[in-house]
């Protein structure tokens, strides 16, 4: 292919536009080495400054990314999480899977989860209105960053009054089997029900980074709602939740009964 100058294209963008077009066909597939800066100039016809434009146009378009001393790649697509209704049922917790290490190891897939923060903090006022008490009120709330393979796909932040949380495995860094529910449920609060609300919106610089997003890649906010009943008591919020996901890593899926 040589440059066409009758292009509304600029040259650079003609040349990604073509490797993006192999990729797409499978003549690059994912981990391929794309062609060298000097491979690019002789094929196309080009200076040198066109064809490293057009490679960091594909990796601005998410399609290829440098490694240090050896080249540019062909990007490989980030895991795709399925998030559907059905990880919160007990039979998985009561087996030792929390909902997202049940969502992943479905897929085969390898997770961890890294913890940022342990403390108590005082209740952001979305978080006290579910709790129904004075904003500012000091609950405890556990931060962590997940990852499937090599890749961070959320933050989570899990916030609860401090009575619920107060002896439990809650306070620790690592909550055992099952993870925080099956702690929860322990304690004597049985899980109701769960409502969730999502939002999209463009990551803060802060997300961004921690998310190792690509440029202009949305994030979801999931705020979850766990409700429960100890002891006879009335049904009232446990856990309030909040996740910020990479919107090029997650699908969401739910299945409910048709209501009458």
Not at 45 to 60: D, F, H, V, Y
Not at 74 to 91: F, I, L, Q
Not at 132 to 160: C, H, K, N
Not at 183 to 192: H, I, V
């Amino acid at each position: 292919m040589h440059i066409d100058p009758t292009d509304s294209r600029s040259p650079s963008r003609q040349i990604a536009d073509d490797l993006r077009a192999q990729i797409t066909a499978g003549v690059l597939a994912p981990g391929d080495q794309l062609p060298s800066e000097r491979q690019l100039v002789e094929t196309y016809g080009t200076a040198a400054q066109t064809a490293r434009k057009a490679i960091s146009l594909l990796k601005s378009d998410g399609l290829a990314e440098g490694e240090r001393g050896r080249g540019v790649f062909v990007k490989r697509p980030k895991p795709m999480v399925r998030v559907g209704s059905d990880r919160y049922a007990r039979h998985l917790r009561t087996g030792g899977q929390a909902p997202f290490q049940a969502e992943v190891e479905s897929m085969g897939l390898e997770w961890r989860q890294e913890i940022l923060e342990l403390a108590e903090v005082p209740a952001p006022d979305w978080v006290a209105q579910w709790f129904e008490i004075p904003a500012g009120s000091r609950v405890f709330v556990r931060r962590r960053r997940t990852w499937i393979e090599t890749m961070p796909t959320q933050l989570a932040d899990s916030y609860y009054e401090l009575d619920t949380v107060a002896g439990t495995r809650l306070l620790e860094e690592h909550t055992g089997p099952g993870g925080g529910y099956a702690r929860l449920e322990e304690a004597g609060f049985k899980l109701t029900r769960f409502r969730e609300e999502l939002e999209t919106a463009m990551p803060t610089p802060s997300e961004v980074k921690a998310l190792q997003l690509r440029p202009g890649v949305p994030v979801v906010h999931l705020h979850r709602i766990a409700f429960s009943t100890k002891e006879g008591d009335a049904e009232r919020p446990v856990e309030v939740f909040e996740a910020v996901m990479a919107g090029d890593s997650h699908k969401f899926a739910y299945e409910f009964p048709a209501p009458e």
